[in-house]
């Protein structure tokens, strides 16, 4: 549970009206003890942060608003991410998101550093693969765009509508603040969102290093959740060549304190029409939950990567144990 730390209630300076204003102090400290194998490689053991969670680094941050009335609110937040096995901080200070923004019946618009909404719905198709963790195969191994995906820009200007009877949309973008170039960025991201279903499109345009396309979705059956995505990356140059076309599922079952999720993801490169790289990953893991914020885990990830002449290039194998405490 998020502790509030500050509540106020401020008179204005008519007397007639009454601002409420909050800061919440909230964190995540996740740390596992396992084993990574690779190919040609020794097995090495490992103290690692953040095994259980789709960010995969330990934080904390603080958040708040402030109801400036007439239906609008004024919010903030600065997040940053540290290494808990190692107690470093990570570059920059506030890496997580460093954001204000102004919301209302027009929806919502924020100023700063954050995640991309193309990264809300990649995110999505990581739902209930493996807890969207450092387990789920996709995001850490399988799917080539990771290597030049940037999950969050600078100097950007983002835009989300409120709801409109289950649609929703949000567009970002991030200037480059550099009149000798074009690199200016863009994302956006389209969505119906209706009880236990929540389907999306996305775009995020990273001009001189890759365009990327996303559909992803979701559904919670109650006995079961299922997520999955389907994403195509294309290459704008020679650092990041050719077309990847990857696509990922998973199903997590909770069962009491306890739920166990499987995932799989495979992806391929393609330069020049020929298949260059092929990987397929699969995972499976189990979570126990001993109170609200704390909680056990165990996880298994193996993915191996094959050339256009279908010779293993890579490979590699994690174990993992692992305790998370929210805050």
């Known amino acids: 549970m998020k502790k509030s730390l500050i509540a106020l209630a401020v008179l204005a300076s008519s007397g007639a009206a009454m601002a409420q204003s909050n800061v919440t102090l909230y964190g995540i400290i996740d740390v596992s003890v396992g084993s990574l194998k690779e190919m040609n490689k020794a097995s ?3 103290v690692e942060d953040g ?4 960010l995969k680094t330990s934080r904390w941050g603080m958040k708040g608003s402030e109801d400036l009335g007439g239906g609008m609110k004024a919010s903030f937040q600065l997040e940053n991410r540290f290494d808990a096995d190692a107690g470093t901080s990570q570059s920059p200070f506030f890496k997580g998101a460093s954001t204000v923004s102004l919301s209302g019946g027009f929806g919502e618009v924020k100023l700063g550093r954050g995640t991309t909404v193309f990264d809300d719905i990649r995110a999505l198709s990581y739902t209930s693969n493996v807890f969207d963790s450092t387990f789920s195969p996709a995001d850490n191994g399988v799917f080539k765009s990771g290597k030049d995906y940037n999950k969050r820009w600078d100097n950007k200007v983002t835009y989300l509508t409120p709801d409109l009877g289950g649609f929703y949309a949000g567009v970002d973008y991030s200037l480059d603040e550099d009149s000798t170039v074009k690199k200016d960025k863009n994302a956006l991201k389209l969505g119906y969102k209706a009880g ?3 389907v999306a499109l996305a775009t995020q345009d990273e001009k001189t290093l890759s365009k990327y396309t996303m559909v992803a979705g979701s559904y919670d059956f109650g006995v079961a959740s299922v997520s999955a ?3 195509d990356r294309k290459g704008y140059n020679a650092t ?7 696509f990922t599922i998973g199903v997590n079952v909770p069962m009491g304190a306890f739920a166990v ?3 799989y993801a495979n992806s391929n490169t393609k330069v020049n029409g020929a298949t260059t790289l092929k990987t397929n990953g699969y995972a499976l893991g189990a979570t126990y939950a001993l109170s609200k914020r704390t909680k056990l885990y165990a996880g298994y990830r193996a993915i191996d990567t ?3 002449a279908n010779v293993k290039t890579a490979d ?3 174990y993992a144990v692992g305790i998370r405490h929210d805050f």
């Open 229 to 231: 995505g389907y994403n």
């Open 261 to 263: 999720s499987a995932g």
């Open 306 to 308: 094959k050339n256009g």
């Open 240 to 246: 990041e060549p050719g077309k990847d076309k990857e």
């Open 196 to 198: 236990p279903l929540n």
């Open 51 to 54: 095994g259980n969670q789709g």
């Open 316 to 318: 590699s194998k994690l």
């Open 44 to 46: 090495v053991s490992r």
